[in-house]
């Protein structure tokens, strides 16, 4: 008889939920640091 | 134009008999080694783990520690007396002058590790005998693949605000091959295995060496000049 | 605003919006994984973690190949550029290993019972992590471009030289002392639903990571055009 397939889904999703954390989190740092430097560059120019 | 050996033996004449005149690396690894040992004494339960299972990653923690110890001292003093910019104004190629503080680098840690090594013995129990010889070549082949790569980035940490940390954050990964091979052809030796056990790890320190040693004079050039 | 500032800028949104591409691509990519693909059966649900932690390693590893290989054109040919999308690389370079060092244990705590194993493939993947840190932490120390530049492309091409001794050191240390057999992640011979949803995950990863290194890139290019406009006026 075969073993049981193991019920581990909690590892997906932990592992899934980590893993668009990190990527989606890095794409909103660069977004948002995009976002300073376009703020500060029409700053300057106002100036 | 004077041969290039013989201007980095000179160089490196130069760096050891400063260090001999003012010592403070050389003490500063000595005092490290010495407490490194004894930590580890504490750090570990005599009843449960042999000295012999541990003696040799013990040994080879405390010489990796000392050696970025006395590395950054040794760039750090020379930053200090400024005497680095003079040397690279005359028309040293820049090989010999790697090649130099290479040497003397080897210097410095090595004496570190000879003093070291019978206070290991002493505080481990551990007699070395007829391991002596076979350890005393591995720890060379090692130290020098250590110090080749900190040598140059001990050049680089010192130009930054955070030196000391810096040299073990870069120079730590590129510490493991060596050690690794090290500790393994320390254990057979102290278990007196015959020598065909370590040829492989033997000669992967060898190549590390050389491949190191010849990059790092390489590039040395792009760490010191502007 | 100057032409190089707002190339630079044009090239920030271009690498933004391939990246958010790129995001919501992945989206399809975890239907994929949850619902196209078979569950297998001796592993349980925690292996569709493989079709995120084997895109993410490739990523990163290319990612610090091209960090070695950047840095030595660099000292070679002396491209700013060069230097610019090396730091890109390197960055980017951090953020999936960090998906692949957390991805990595996550699987293995189900399948292996163990949360971190020292074998060859796992310990070099923490190995590129420790030397991306110490070149990313290197530039942050040091403040001229030139010497950063400089500076960075030694580690850069001397890490990469060092990958393959930590390789042969760690595959030497396990042949003498083997560890438990380790179960394969996946079966000898893939279906082929699960081959299609790794080829399309590794190609949405690559997309990121050109995104990602795009926008970074750009973000480094609008800095200097910024210090240029300022030292010019």
Known sequence: ?47 | ?226 | MTVALAQAVGIVRRGLVLSAIGLLALGGVYLLALRYTPVEARQGLAQKIFYLHVPAAWSALLGFSLVGIASALYLWLKDPRLDRFAAASAEVGVVFSAVMLTTGPIWAKPIWGTWWTWDARLTLTLFVFFLFIGYLALRAAVHDPAERARFSAVVGILGMLLVPFVHLSVYLFRTLHPQPIVLKPSAPSLPPEMLTTLLVSTLVFTLLYLGFVTARYGLALVDEAREEARDAA
């Open chain 1, 1 to 47: 008889m075969l073993p049981e397939t193991p019920r581990n889904g909690e590892y997906l999703v932990a592992a899934y939920v980590i893993a668009t954390v990190i990527l989606t989190g890095y794409w909103v740092a660069l977004w948002r640091r995009a976002k300073r430097v376009m703020k500060s560059v029409t700053g300057e120019e106002k100036t």
């Open chain 2, 1 to 226: 134009m004077p041969d290039p050996l013989r201007l980095a033996l000179a160089i490196a004449a130069k760096d050891i008999r400063a260090e001999l005149r003012s010592r403070t690396a050389l003490q500063s690894a000595l005092v490290f080694a010495a407490l490194v040992l004894v930590v580890f004494n504490f750090a570990r339960d005599p009843t449960v783990l042999a000295a012999t299972d541990l003696a040799p990653s013990v040994l080879w923690v405390t010489f990796a520690l000392a050696a970025m110890v006395a590395l950054n001292r040794a760039f750090t003093v020379e930053r200090e007396n400024a005497a680095l910019d003079g040397l690279l104004l005359a028309p040293v190629p820049r090989e010999a002058l790697f090649l130099g503080k290479l040497l003397a680098n080897l210097a410095f840690v090595g004496t570190v590790e000879l003093v070291t090594l019978p206070l290991f013995m002493l505080f481990f129990n551990v007699s070395l005998g007829r391991a002596l010889p076979g350890l005393l070549g591995v720890t060379a082949l090692a130290t020098i693949g250590f110090v080749a790569v900190g040598t140059i980035f001990s050049a680089m940490a010192v130009r930054t605000r955070f030196a000391e940390l810096m040299l073990p954050v870069l120079l730590l990964p590129f510490m493991v091959p060596p050690l690794i091979a090290a500790v393994q052809v320390t254990s057979r030796l102290l278990a007196d295995r015959p020598l065909s056990e370590m040829w492989g790890w033997l000669r992967l320190l060898a190549l590390y060496d050389i491949v190191f040693v010849t990059l790092c004079m390489m590039a040395f050039s792009a760490v010191v000049d502007e």
